[in-house]
Structures are given as C-alpha cells and as structure tokens.
C-alpha cells in the first residue's frame, strides 16, 4: 500500500508540475488574472450640428438683385401701358378736335366724342339684331329641308319593300315577316302603330271587318286556318294585295289566287 501510495503522489507532482510549465495561448482581449475577456472601448464621436442660422452673404445679394430687376420690369410695363392709353385718348381727342376745326366748332369737342361712341354701339346693336334674324330664318329653312314630305301614294310606297327576303320575326327594308312588314307600311303611311303580329292585329279592336266586296286600297287582308291567322297583307287596286310570302318575300298576288283565296279569313280597315 505504501508503494502504491508513493506512485500516485508522484504522478500528481508531475502532472502539477507539467501543469505550471505549460503557457496558454496568448488571445486579443483575453486577461488571465480575470480569466475573461476584456470589452474593447469604442471612443464615442461628437455629432456636431449644423449652424442653420448662419447665411452666405453672397447668396444674399443674388436674391436682392433678382427682385430688383423684376420691380423694375413691372415698372416698366406699367408705364408702358399708361403711356399706350394716354397716347390712344389724345389721338382721338386730337382728331376730334381737327374734324370741329374744320367744321368751325372748336367748343364742344367731348360732348362730339361720346356721340361717335354711341353711334358706333348702335351700329354694333343692329348689326348683331340682323345677324340673329338672319341666322333664324336660315335655320328655319334648313328645317324645312330637313322634313321629309310624307308618301300620298299607298302602291308605290308599299312597293319600296318588294324583293325583301323572308325572316320570322324581323322588320326592315331588306329582311321581313308578313307582320313587320304591314306595321312597317302603316307606321310609315298612315301613321298607325301596330303590332308585330298577324293574329293581334286581326284582333285589334281599333279596326273593323269589311266585306270581300267593298275593300278598298289600304284595308288590311288575313289569312289562315279553322284556329289561328296566320298570315297578313295589304290590299291595293285591281284586286291584289302585297304582303311579305314566305317563299318569295314582298310580293304582290291577285286576291283570287288559288292558294290563297283557299286561305282567306276577312279584312279589317283601321284608316
């Protein structure tokens, strides 16, 4: 035990001494008495303000010499246009006074002045009461112009349709239904709206049923089955009518075509 004993106490005296010998690595900042490192100390730096209050003195004497010259500008113009009116008044005055000098009144030279102002106005007036009666005439003119004259023949006014092609439901010049095409011509000739429908229109209560016999041009013509009209036309001279077919479009038939006199379901006169 004592060998044992002695081995470990010399082992630990060298170790200590192995220990004491031995140098740590010398680091920035590191202090071994403290065994920390050390806070470096950055030295602050004074801001120092701008003196705002202190001006250049030759900016100073730019700035005056700008608002001087532009004083003087508006001084100037301000004489120049004093000097512009007294001289326009002494022209005028001048020439007043010359035109009484010759004339041989020399006495009443302001009162001669203000007469030609008052002349002159008058002019002006009458001139702009003409120019407006003028204006209003040639406006009521170009009115005049502007109105189309209402159609007085029915046939030839009907007949600006013909060749129209067929289409269910339209109501124009080139495209039409037999129902557009009649609400067309009477809106257009007589001035009637009416539906755009053969079987409202047969049953408008504004017309009444004509006889076959006593139909005259302009009376409307319909045609159908046991249930329903089906189709309309407008009559015109000579036993025919002119309506929009579905085969050919605007066409004018006689009234005893086979096809449709078959067809015929009466007449209604609305003019």
């Not at 001669?112 to 106005?121: D, G, P, R, Y």
């Not at 095409?181 to 017309?207: E, T």
């Not at 016999?213 to 319909?222: H, M, N, R």
Request: aromatic residues 8%; hydrophobic residues 30%.
């Amino acid at each position: 035990m004592d060998l044992k004993n002695r081995v470990l106490t010399g082992m630990v005296l060298i170790c200590s001494l192995v220990l004491a010998n031995c140098a740590f690595p010398v680091r920035p900042g590191y202090d071994r008495k403290s065994g920390s490192y050390k806070r470096y100390r950055v030295p602050k730096q004074e801001i120092v303000e701008a003196d705002t209050t202190t001006v250049n003195s030759q900016e100073e004497l730019v700035q005056e010499e700008i608002l001087a010259a532009a004083s003087k500008n508006t001084e100037n113009i301000q004489t120049d246009v004093s000097d512009s009116v007294d001289t326009s008044q002494d022209s005028t005055a001048t020439s007043a006074n010359k035109e009484l000098a010759r004339n041989g009144d020399t006495t009443n030279v302001a009162e001669s002045a203000t007469a030609k102002n008052t002349e002159k106005q008058s002019e002006k007036l009458a001139q702009k009461s003409t120019d407006k009666t003028t204006a209003k005439k040639t406006d009521k003119k170009e009115k005049k112009q502007t109105k189309v004259a209402k159609p007085t023949n029915l046939e030839k006014y009907a007949k600006e349709w013909l060749g129209a092609k067929y289409v269910y439901g339209a109501a124009s010049k080139k495209k039409t239904d037999c129902s557009g095409y009649v609400m067309q011509v009477y809106k257009g000739f007589y001035g009637i709206a009416l539906d755009h429908s053969a079987q409202h229109i047969y049953d408008d209560g504004r017309g009444y049923s004509i006889k076959r016999k006593k139909l005259q041009e302009g009376d409307l013509v319909f045609f159908g089955n046991f249930w329903k009209i089906s189709h309309v036309g407008i009559y015109l001279k000579g036993d025919r009518f002119i309506h929009a077919s579905t085969s050919k479009g605007v066409v004018i038939t006689p009234m005893d075509d086979n096809y449709w006199a078959s067809k015929y379901k009466g007449a209604r006169r609305f003019k």
